[in-house]
C-alpha cells in the first residue's frame, strides 16, 4: 500500500523557516517524480515544487522560487521542502504527491504550516 | 503561472448531468494532453477522478468522465448522487515545466 505521511508543520513567525519531510512506503520512491501542492485555508489547490525522480530537476511557483527548496534522500525515501523567509500568504496545508503520468495519483494527509506573530 | 479558470460553483438535482469546465491556453491545456481532474471532499484529501484528459483511474465510477476542445477541458458527471457534492479542480502541465490548478469548482447536489 502507497503510503505519503507529512511532518514538519507548524507555526512560525514572519521571516522564519520550516523544513517539511515526507517519508515514504509502499513503492520504489526513486522511480517517481515527487510534488508539493498547497492549500490556504478555504482556498483552491496551488502547485508549488517538483523535482525529478533521481533529484537532478526541480522546478518552483514563482510565489516560492528562491525562498524554498525541493529535496529528495532516495537512500531515505524521503521528501523535503525547506522553507525559508516565511510569509503569511504562505499558510497552508502543503501536501506531499506522487506523480505518475502527469497526474497526481497519491496525495499525504497534508501538513499545516501557520505563518503568525 | 495563472490559475486556470473554473466556475466557482455548479449544482444539479440527483440524477442528472453535470459539466464543469476548465479553461487555459495554448500553453497549458491547449498543447498537452495531461489534463487532470480532482474530487476533494471536506477535510478530505483530493483524489484523482480523470487523467490525461479522458482516462478513469481504476475504482473511479464510469460516471466521471473527461475531454477536451482547444483551451477548454470539461468534467462531466452523469447520474448525480449525493456523495459527488464536493469540490472538483482540474489541473495542467504547462509549457514552463510547470503544473497549474483551476481554482475549484463547488458542485452542489440537489
Known amino acids: 500500500e502507497v503510503q505519503l505521511v507529512e511532518s514538519g508543520g507548524g507555526l512560525v513567525q514572519p521571516g522564519g523557516s520550516l523544513r517539511l519531510s515526507c517519508a515514504t512506503s509502499g513503492f520504489t520512491f526513486s522511480g517517481y517524480w515527487m510534488h508539493w501542492v498547497r492549500q490556504a485555508p478555504g482556498k483552491g489547490l496551488v502547485w508549488v515544487s517538483h523535482?525529478?525522480?533521481?533529484?537532478?530537476?526541480?522546478r518552483y511557483a514563482d510565489a516560492v522560487k528562491g525562498r524554498f527548496t525541493i529535496s529528495r534522500d532516495n537512500a531515505k525515501n524521503t521528501l523535503h521542502l525547506q522553507m525559508n523567509s516565511l510569509r503569511a500568504d504562505d499558510t497552508a496545508l502543503y501536501y506531499c504527491?506522487?506523480?505518475?503520468?502527469?497526474?497526481?495519483?497519491?496525495w499525504g494527509q497534508g501538513a499545516q504550516v501557520t505563518v503568525s506573530s | 503561472q495563472s490559475a486556470l479558470t473554473q466556475p466557482a460553483s455548479v449544482s444539479g438535482s440527483l440524477g442528472q448531468s453535470i459539466t464543469i469546465s476548465c479553461t487555459g491556453t495554448?500553453?497549458?491545456?491547449?498543447?498537452?494532453?495531461?489534463v487532470s481532474w480532482y474530487q476533494q471532499h471536506p477535510a478530505k484529501a483530493p483524489k484523482l477522478i480523470i487523467y490525461?484528459?479522458?482516462n478513469r483511474p481504476s475504482g473511479v465510477s464510469n460516471r466521471f468522465s473527461g475531454s477536451k476542445s482547444g483551451n477548454t477541458a470539461s468534467l462531466a458527471i452523469s447520474g448525480l448522487q449525493a456523495e459527488d457534492e464536493a469540490d472538483y479542480y482540474c489541473s495542467s502541465y504547462t509549457s514552463s515545466g510547470t503544473w497549474v490548478f483551476g481554482g475549484g469548482t463547488q458542485l452542489t447536489v440537489l
Open positions: 495554448s500553453s497549458d491545456v491547449g498543447g498537452y494532453n495531461y
Open positions: 490525461d484528459v479522458t
Open positions: 504527491i506522487r506523480e505518475s503520468s502527469y497526474a497526481y495519483g497519491y
Open positions: 523535482i525529478s525522480s533521481d533529484g537532478t530537476t526541480t
